[in-house]
């Protein structure tokens, strides 16, 4: 009897709350309508128009020009959003031109790119990615939005979702990496975490799936390039982690630069109306990308500015992000009849649609709490978050001889390179609301710990100049003056810590790099300190893999320390000395030559993966490079050591409606307590279109005491196993599969089974 109250409880609960959310959106619904009666069309066409903040809202009201037009087009409510404006004062001002001067009040939605943290930053997302830590990643995300929200900020333009196989492309740095199914869970916990439970919560924003679609695949790893994909790799790389993002209900998508097919993202029906709002049957709202409807004109597809508005509305863009064409030519467009008042009205109702889940009817000045705002902006607690994260986000390469981790007391310890005491490269791209140099060096992190004595040196500067945000780095290419006075301290020492890597702003949007080396004379600072000193700890800070044969093959230990965000040093320090085991594993694959670019785990096999008999010429390969990485998808060490084995399937075979299991031993070899990401991949053997030779399909981290054993067991049904097939739509095919597990896309364990019908 107790069960079955429990039981009827749960499920009442379950119905009072789902009975609630059918209330409250039939009510928004309704509300929408009533205020859609009363709008001009001129007013429709005004929310879909969105500006950058474009005067000091406390100083002076625009009097002329391009800004008194603006400010005049806020008055008249012809304008839906707005980005770029921050702080509680500055959004209250703001928003209260519009509520109490314009003749409907409608609030505007804010919006702000926060990527990765606003004040408080954490790891950079491709860092983030490492950690395979979806509560980790959750975390961060929410504690971004907590900041964000209390300035005012009520929408994101994040998480960027696209799948990337080019580390060129500097944009890697923003997203989960190469893989679709780790890109999928990842984009889930984010948009959780900026979203949470209740959107209209006053620490919550509204986040956005970034960008629909192609970009990442951008040719030559050029931003803004052109894309050309066939419809497998669109359907079964590109798109999952979109549907998964309207999974979890993200309320906006933002459409891409690149053309697909000829045809501008911005501009594209098939896109935007047939996939996205068809036959996904999303409800939120579509922004362009920054100025991406008047670049179709450059595209050499829209003949102005006019036909670029015309071409956006129809295929399905609801919000202009600083073109200006919409508030230009919209009215006029649906007067002549190109454009239909349907289409301008189911762009409005899905804005509307957000701000009232936002609660900006209900108080469009919520997000306007000064005295919050001090309070939550940089606390203890999401300072402790981005700790957290920072310290999941490292991966471990390599440990020769097991320099790490550091003794704690007794070493005389030389601190090497052009980042070790650096406070802003730390913060990584994208983080526009973080204070210039506040970042924790690698310096001021290892110098927490007193027992051991520390000497420093840059060795070289990498870039010349200020490091303040400049959008072309002055690399230093010829100032050598430092290298000697390196060499002088690295000698005689226990160890050499070398702090190496890319500028912070070396990558982001526009930051494509055709050398994935060492920038710099760092290669050069390298070899001389390793020619007097063997015992070197590189400490790589970046935004993206890296080409680094030299010292995979010459440094002993190599730390992945990607760009941490605000308490980079103190998160890099607490695992070079052991207090933090790394757990971190790769999302994107590590080349050993720019030359392999695009090279990820996730390929097709080819006609001639290996030529059979004594030919070594008629194959698919390189004469001057093997085909494997550097380091591969998903590896990633740690202090102990794994060992996986017996693995066990609970049947051979499955069919559509059942389901099978795998299972394996994982034992903790080592001498410390760990983490491990255990990961399962599938092969689907033969299909209708050819297949990966594995996918990834599931992973689950496990912590292990020295000498302990768990057994790991993983689930796999038909769903696992579908893919948008050769009859173009989402299936499970009935034929043989293999199933791989290991700690990395390299896996030794293996078996077969096969799917049924």
């Not at 509520?99 to 409907?104: A, G, I, T, Y």
């Not at 991966?395 to 005491?421: C, R």
Request: glycine share 8%; hydrophobic share 40%; net charge negative.
């Amino acid at each position: 009897m107790k069960k079955f109250l429990v039981i009827g409880f749960g499920l009442l609960a379950f119905c009072q709350s789902n009975y609630a959310q059918v209330n409250l959106d039939n009510r928004i619904e309704e509300k929408i309508d009533s205020l859609m009666a009363k709008m001009t069309l001129e007013e429709k066409v005004g929310q879909m128009n969105q500006y950058n903040g474009f005067w000091n809202v406390t100083g002076p009201i625009p009097e002329d020009g391009d800004a008194s037009n603006k400010y005049e087009h806020l008055k008249n409510g012809w304008v839906g959003s707005m980005l770029n404006v921050t702080g509680a004062d500055e959004v209250r001002k703001v928003q209260k031109i519009v509520v109490e001067e314009s003749r409907l009040g409608i609030p505007l939605i804010i919006g702000f790119d926060v990527i990765h943290g606003y004040k408080t930053q954490s790891p950079i997302p491709l860092a983030e990615s490492a950690s395979w830590d979806m509560e980790a990643i959750k975390a961060s995300a929410a504690m971004a939005a907590d900041e964000a929200a209390a300035s005012g900020i009520n929408w994101t333009f994040a998480p960027m979702v696209d799948i990337s196989r080019d580390p060129r492309w500097g944009r890697v740095m923003e997203g989960a990496g190469e893989d679709p199914y780790l890109g999928s869970q990842i984009a889930k916990a984010r948009i959780t975490g900026f979203q949470g439970e209740d959107l209209s919560a006053v620490n919550t924003i509204a986040a956005t799936a970034k960008h629909f679609a192609g970009y990442g695949f951008s040719e030559a790893g050029r931003d803004y390039n052109t894309v050309d994909v066939g419809t497998s790799t669109l359907y079964n790389i590109i798109f999952p982690p979109f549907m998964a993002a309207i999974e979890a209900d993200v309320k906006t998508f933002m459409n891409s630069f690149n053309v697909l097919n000829g045809i501008p993202a911005t501009g594209n029906a098939y896109l935007q109306r047939d996939i996205l709002k068809g036959e996904w049957g999303y409800q939120g709202f579509v922004v362009s990308d920054w100025g991406s409807m008047a670049e179709m004109i450059a595209h050499g597809y829209s003949k102005d500015g006019k036909a670029a508005a015309e071409s956006a509305a129809n295929a399905g863009s609801d919000m202009d992000m600083e073109s200006y064409l919409y508030v230009k030519h919209l009215k006029n467009l649906v007067d002549e009849g190109k454009v239909s008042l349907d289409k301008i009205e189911d762009a409005v109702r899905r804005i509307l649609r957000v701000k009232y889940e936002l609660g900006l009817f209900d108080d469009p000045y919520k997000y306007c709490n000064e005295e919050r705002e001090k309070s939550v902006i940089g606390s203890d607690k999401n300072m402790e978050i981005a700790l957290d994260m920072a310290e999941k986000s490292i991966v471990l390469l390599k440990n020769e001889n097991q320099l790490l981790p550091l003794k704690k007391e007794g070493m005389k310890i030389a601190v090497i390179g052009p980042l070790a005491d650096d406070k802003n490269s730390p913060l990584g791209g994208w983080r526009l609301a973080a204070e210039d140099n506040s970042a924790v060096s690698v310096i001021e992190g290892l110098k927490k710990y007193k027992g051991n004595k520390v000497y420093h040196e840059k060795g070289v500067e990498l870039i010349k100049g200020t490091e303040a945000f400049v959008f072309e780095l002055d690399i230093n290419t010829t100032d050598r003056t430092g290298i000697s006075e390196a060499v002088e301290v690295a000698k005689n020492k226990d160890v050499v810590i070398m702090v190496l890597g890319e500028h912070g702003f070396q990558s982001g949007e526009g930051r494509s790099r055709a050398s994935l080396d060492l920038p710099g004379l760092q290669q050069e600072l390298l070899e001389a300190v390793y020619a007097v000193n063997k015992n070197i700890v590189l400490v790589l800070m970046n935004g993206r893999p890296l080409t680094i044969n030299w010292a995979d093959e010459n440094i002993p230990t190599i730390v992945e320390a990607w760009q941490l965000g605000s308490k980079s040093g103190d998160a890099i320090a607490k695992v070079l000395y052991g207090d933090y085991n790394p757990s971190g594993k790769l999302p994107m694959t590590f080349p050993r030559n720019v030359g392999q670019v695009p090279l990820y785990y996730n390929y097709l096999s080819t006609g001639r993966p290996k030529y059979p008999g004594d030919d070594l010429v008629f194959w698919t390969h390189y004469t001057d490079e093997v085909n494997t990485p550097l380091y591969e998808f998903g590896y990633g060490l740690s202090y102990t050591e794994f060992k996986y084995d017996n693995l066990k399937l609970s049947a051979n075979s499955l069919n559509k409606t059942g389901e099978l299991s795998v299972r394996i031993d994982l034992t903790n070899t080592g001498k410390y307590e760990g983490k491990e990401v255990v990961q399962l991949y599938i092969q689907d053997l033969f299909a209708s279109r050819a297949r990966p030779v594995k996918e990834l399909k599931n992973f689950k981290m496990i912590t292990l005491k020295p000498g302990e054993t768990k057994e790991v067991s993983f689930t796999i049904n038909s769903k696992s196993l579908e893919f948008y097939t050769a009859n173009n739509t989402w299936e499970s095919e009935i034929g043989d599969f293999k199933v791989f597990i290991g700690g990395s896309s390299n896996t030794i364990l293996e078996s077969k089974f096969t799917l049924k019908d």
